[in-house]
């Protein structure tokens, strides 16, 4: 397939998934507005409809709570099979919720990243002016609200919150979790897509369980703090933040609003992530439960991001590069898997090829490592990896993941930010 075939075909998609303020990640398995989803989807959009992109973005905004949390999904009275639906989330007694049906939990904090380029790629300053003041008030809900240990690291209390739901590391912190009252729900992620590709079944009551401990505390933050049995400073999730924070303070900075607030959650975030999250014996990010006070010691490609992030010295990136990313037993592709990069190390037993995040290939994770690998100057890594990726998206489509043996697309079909992710890798900045 040539190139700007597969542009026309990325735009037709996000067209066709477009349901009006937002875009659904995937026409039945993902029909509501998901939060990392909706900036990546912003980002291609802006490649051939800027005001559709700033739509998308302010429409998330629109589900902010009113102390800053950013929703993981915005429901927009959409009616559809999906569940957990918004009746399920009892977000109504909270004080602090959205007057919009959302979810209680957050996502990984891209949208400031993402919002920066645009303004530095199609130069939006009034746009910027409005959304200013809500990504800020987010920012500061994540280094305060989910600072557990004055750390400035944001904690996730929840693996959808991780983005990579399914990933093994969530896996031992999840066992711990004792399932006595799961509330009576019907999964609805089975109906369109094949389970051995879905999360299994006891994984999928623990995620409810964990929602059930939410709706109890009603949301309340210090509550969750103290209760929440998953409690994870997560690599992937606060090299985001950090990189956003970057970005905040650039945007800050140019419009002539103060930084100091964010200077001071970026330099104690960097020195604590390092403290903490950084193994040297390994030569690996590893997370870090909270609840258990332990090393979650599971090797996946989170652990690159904290090249996207900035937070790596040139040493560790190395390491980083040289000793994982590059090793045959690890990501590199080999005579099993053939294609870069899989979303967890396949020395680590609970890798599985097909399997949601236990191994499978996933656009935004080769984008993520692109980016950082780009910003540590290991370019021709990073065209590897984006050659690769084209590959995929020509060969099977715009999937939600794929199978990295043979590269059979996986999951949810018509995926909006596999698509999104197309006019990056073929036209990039
Ligand atoms: C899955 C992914 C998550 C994504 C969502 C919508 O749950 O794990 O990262 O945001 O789908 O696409």
Known sequence: MTAPHLLDLARALLRKNDAGPFTKPGPRQYPHQWNWDSALIALGLSHFDLPRALIEIRSLLSGQWKDGMLPHIVYHDAPSDYFPNPAFWQIENSPNASVFPTSGITQPPLLTTIVRRLHARHSIPNFIGKVYPSLLRWHRWLHTARDADNSRLACIIHPWESGTDDSPRWLEVMESIRLQEVPEFRRGDTLHVPAAERPHQVDYE?????????????????????????????????????????????????????????????????????????????????????????????????????????????????????????????????????????????????????????????????????????????????????????????????????????????GSIDFSWSAALAFEFQEGV
């Open 206 to 410: 623990r995620f409810i369980c964990l929602i059930d401990i939410f709706r109890r505390a009603n949301y309340d933050p210090t509550a969750l703090l103290a209760r929440s049995p998953f409690l994870v400073q997560d690599v992937l999730f606060n090299s985001i933040l950090h990189r956003a924070d970057e970005d905040l303070r650039a945007l800050a900075e140019e419009f002539g609003q103060p930084t100091g607030e964010i200077d001071s959650w970026m330099n104690d975030l960097r020195a604590n992530f390092n403290r903490q999250l950084w193994d040297d014996s390994h030569g690996l990010y590893f997370d870090y439960d909270q609840r258990g006070g332990a090393s979650i010691m599971i090797n996946t490609a989170a652990t690159f991001l904290p090249l996207f992030g900035g937070l790596a010295s040139p040493e560790q990136a190395k390491r980083l590069v040289e000793e994982h990313l590059q090793n045959p037993l690890e990501y590199a592709p080999n005579e099993n898997a053939h294609y870069w990069l899989t979303t967890t190390s396949q020395s680590e037993p609970a890798w599985e090829a097909r399997r949601y995040w236990r191994g499978p290939v996933w656009i935004i994770l080769n984008w993520l490592v692109i980016e950082g690998l780009r910003r540590y100057n290991y370019t021709d890594l990073a065209d590897l990896i984006q050659r690769d990726s084209l590959e995929l998206l020509a060969r099977s489509g715009f999937r939600e993941y794929y199978d990295p043996r043979d590269g059979l697309g996986c």
